[in-house]
């Protein structure tokens, strides 16, 4: 066998080489960390001197994240019912649209047909109250009674039916919401002139 298989060859033959090559690494090293930390340090941080405690920073920074593009609700607000279309395309549409879990699709008389021959009371009771996959009011209990018969009204006269619009029951008075007794008494009701 030669001796060409034993020998190993290196890039460091000397002991001096050796220790510029320990010496480098560690220039390299610690030349690195030097620039990693510059890097970081470099940009300018909040805090004293800097505008990140100006009162409108602070400000902004604190403000709800609900001031951003939403919409509050006043909940005290009389309640402004939708239409049934609105309902319709807010929830009916996902199920009645396309069939789902055995609905029966707006505009499909086939479908709709037995349905609506039961009458609107039962058609607006199934609704109301759910029926096999549906639930009751579509899923959505914010929806008012009205709102749902109107949706039960849209999609059945887009499939054959010719129900009315249900009418909306009249809001209370102001006064109507204070008890009988502590309201102010009356003057007696005149006859009707006749």
């Known amino acids: 066998m030669s001796?060409?298989?034993n020998n190993h060859e290196s890039a460091i033959r000397t002991p001096k080489q050796l220790v510029a090559a320990v010496v480098g690494f560690f220039l390299i090293t610690i030349?690195?960390?030097?620039?990693?930390?510059?890097?970081?340090?470099?940009?300018k941080l909040g805090g004293a001197g800097s505008d990140a405690l100006?009162?409108?920073?602070v400000a902004e920074r604190?403000?709800?994240?609900?001031?951003?593009?939403?919409?509050?609700k006043d909940a005290n607000a009389p309640k402004?019912?939708?239409?049934?279309?609105a309902i319709y395309a807010s929830t009916c549409q996902a199920c009645h649209g396309a069939g789902v879990a055995g609905a029966p699709k707006v505009g499909d008389s086939a479908a709709w047909g037995p349905r609506i021959g039961h009458g609107?009371?039962?058609?607006?009771k199934h609704a109301l109250e759910g029926?096999?996959?549906m639930p009751a009011k579509g899923g959505n209990?914010?929806?008012?009674?009205?709102?749902?018969?109107?949706?039960?009204?849209?999609?059945?006269n887009q499939s054959g039916a010719k129900f009315k619009e249900p009418e909306v029951p009249a809001a209370p008075a102001a006064g109507a919401d204070a008890p009988a007794a502590e309201a102010p008494a009356a003057a007696p009701a005149e006859a009707p002139k006749g």
Do not use: C, W
Request: no cysteine; proline share 5%.
């Open 80 to 85: 402004v019912l939708q239409t049934g279309e």
């Open 3 to 5: 001796d060409a298989h």
């Open 31 to 43: 030349l690195g960390i030097v620039l990693l930390v510059q890097f970081v340090t470099n940009q």
């Open 131 to 133: 029926l096999n996959a």
């Open 141 to 156: 209990p914010d929806l008012d009674d009205v709102e749902v018969a109107r949706a039960v009204v849209f999609m059945a």
């Open 120 to 124: 609107y009371d039962t058609v607006l």
């Open 62 to 72: 604190l403000k709800p994240v609900s001031d951003a593009g939403f919409t509050f």
């Open 54 to 57: 100006t009162p409108e920073a």
